[in-house]
RNA sequence: CGGGGCGUGGCGCAGCUUGGUAGCGCGGGUGCUUUGGGAGCACUAGGUCGCAGGUUCGAAUCCUGUCGCCCCGACCA
């Protein structure tokens, strides 16, 4: 390809739209445009670099045995209400694109395959003689993000690599799984990727086992927790860690453990609470009051306890009413707290806010309108394993010191909803802290068991020829970020520098002068003889000063530069490799051979 | 959705406080000179200042509404 005839628009600014690194080069670059929020075009620099992902991921999923597909964008709403995802995708902050047909007929536009697959899956597997297969597709997906950012990072509508397993048992499902795993590995190293994989929530997608990859950049969205030697590393929404020891309260249990009320005038707060009295935040218990709300319209008080100097993980305690609640009143669309206004809007005497303490009495819901009128009573284990506490007596301006577990209330239900933090002691290891980085998700593999083939009736006949729901796993590559991921982790104060793996064109011929016949006829002869030696070569052919197309060269991240300029009467060239700039000299009919070896390692990628 | 910010030639911005009919840099076109790190000079084209109302003799500027975009939180490949 000529330079000429490329539509190459580079600009000399950042353009106000973007913020991160890699956003501003694929702009100033000329590899996308904005159409609209999250929404971009991929001009024919970028296509390039993403049928080149494309073309790894492909021959990594087919090594594996998976099988290309092509699944429709466009999906009956019946299949995601058959899942029990409608409600969950459409309603609230639900993020599916969705219309109705001239019949009226309800349709989503998909943000993922797991329903239409598995109807097919229930229409074509019918014996474990055809299991396990693994089926994948590289395509757009749409989601309605609540906030598209930083380009192709976060788009509306994405590229996507998504791959479904079908197992007759879950220990076939383990194999797949694994061998995914080191696709992945495989996928990310080929493609120029440091990428690192850590343990990760299963979200809306549902499921057990779940893994995220991430590749590790000062502008990734996501939090990642690890030990110093990285043998354990988790996305913060999934960490677990070990807290600080508590220290004993002084005097221990009073009053028989019911606490014995003081006056904390005003002190609403944790801080506060602890300044005024000499109390330290881990010797508190501090009560969240959360309403939960569902698709059948039902909404579930909940009483959340924390000991004073933790954080709670949202996410745990999502999936904590999920599992409690789901079953009887569908998907959680959401949960936060509840306030004056909703207390009192559903007719309510005011509740003691600021001093509420784990004992509050499910007679305060007894006059609610819509609420369930028990809370759901769940306490973090740091909380649950204090022997003696300080918590809000449930009435303004007082505090109870020494309650104790069993004697103020039956201890809740304990599990683990506290935030890991960076600092913590690990649990695998105690002598070892956790860290924070930042990472970019780039994939992740989830075992999903049998969620949907039960929902969706996909089941097979197995060996002893009785029928069983199919076990699956599901893979996502988010294709697009990934060559967004590259940019953020490859480039200079110059531009791109892409790795060859990836790059739109492995070497650019630069022509200093064009006007000088030695140099465009000899341009001209080492672009065919790179093309012949099967080499993605593009010629900058245009009329430009030297200083431009080098300017340009650099920032759009060719990884090799061949310059023909002063040298070329003499028959000699200059050899630039974008990524450490060095060069040298040599006569052009070496070129090839000093090359093509190169090249051929570096098409690998990065070793495994 | 809550909080913050921004919409002015293709791109990046100034002008707005204190209303008087639009300017700078880059980019585009033509010509001459230049020619190994975003050249110089000259000429030139291109904007109803996001949109709709309002105030005013007069609005890019003040007021109201609306749309779009970006950043911080929940969502996720």
Known sequence: MRVSRL????????????????????????????????????????????????????????????LETLLPQLQPAELWQRSGRWAGY??????????????????????????????????????????????????????????????????????????????????????????????????????????????????????SASQEFMVTAEAGEDLIL??????????????????????????????????????????STIDDLCAGHGIEPCQTVKVLVL????????????LVSLRGDQQLNEVKLTNAVTARCSEEHGALLDISPIDKEAVASEGLLPFPFGFTGPHLDDGLLAGSDHWNKRFLRLADSTAAELSSFV??????????????????????????????????????????????SRGIEVGHIFQLGRKYSEALEARFTNEAGTEEALWMGCYGIGVSRLAQAAVEQHHDGNGICWPVSIAPFEVIVVAANWAETEQSSLSEQLYRSLQEAGVDVLLDDRSERAGVKFKDADLIGIPWRVVVGRGAADGMVELVERSSCSKRDLPATELLEALLPSLAIQRMGLSV
């Open 7 to 66: 539509m190459l628009v580079t600009l000399r600014d950042d353009p106000s739209e973007a913020d991160i690194p890699s956003h501003k080069l694929l702009i100033r670059a000329g590899y996308i445009r904005r159409v609209a929020s999250g929404i971009y075009a991929y001009l024919p620099l970028m296509w390039r670099v993403l049928q080149k992902v494309s073309r790894v991921v492909r021959e990594e999923m087919d090594g594996t045995g998976a």
């Open 90 to 207: 459409t309603a609230g902050e639900g993020i599916m694109f969705h219309l109705e047909d001239r019949q009226g007929r309800e349709m989503g536009l998909g943000p993922t395959h797991e329903e239409v697959i598995t109807y097919l899956a229930a229409d074509l597997l019918r014996s474990y003689r055809q299991l396990p297969v693994n089926l994948y597709q590289i395509q757009s997906k749409f989601r309605d993000e609540i906030r598209p950012r930083f380009g192709l990072m976060r788009g509306r509508e994405f590229i996507m690599k998504d791959a479904y397993s079908f197992h007759a048992n879950e220990e076939s499902l383990r194999q797949t799984y694994a061998s995914m795993d080191s696709a992945y590995r495989r996928i990310f190293a080929r493609c120029g990727l440091r990428a690192v994989a850590v343990e990760a929530d299963s979200g809306a997608i549902g499921g």
């Open 226 to 267: 690890a030990s110093s030697d990285w043998s354990y590393a988790a996305n913060q929404e999934r960490a677990v860690s070990l807290a600080a020891e508590p220290i004993a309260l002084p005097g221990g249990p009073r009053a028989r453990g019911q606490g014995e009320p003081f006056a904390t005038p005003g002190q």
């Open 291 to 302: 309403l939960a709300c569902f698709e059948d319209e039902s909404a579930q008080p909940l």
């Open 391 to 436: 918590c809000g007596a449930n009435s303004l301006d007082s505090h109870l010191i020494g309650a104790a577990w069993g004697s103020l209330c039956p201890c809740p239900e304990s599990l683990d909803l506290r935030a890991a933090q960076p600092g913590d002691r690990c649990q695998h290891d105690p002598s070892q802290q956790l860290q924070a």
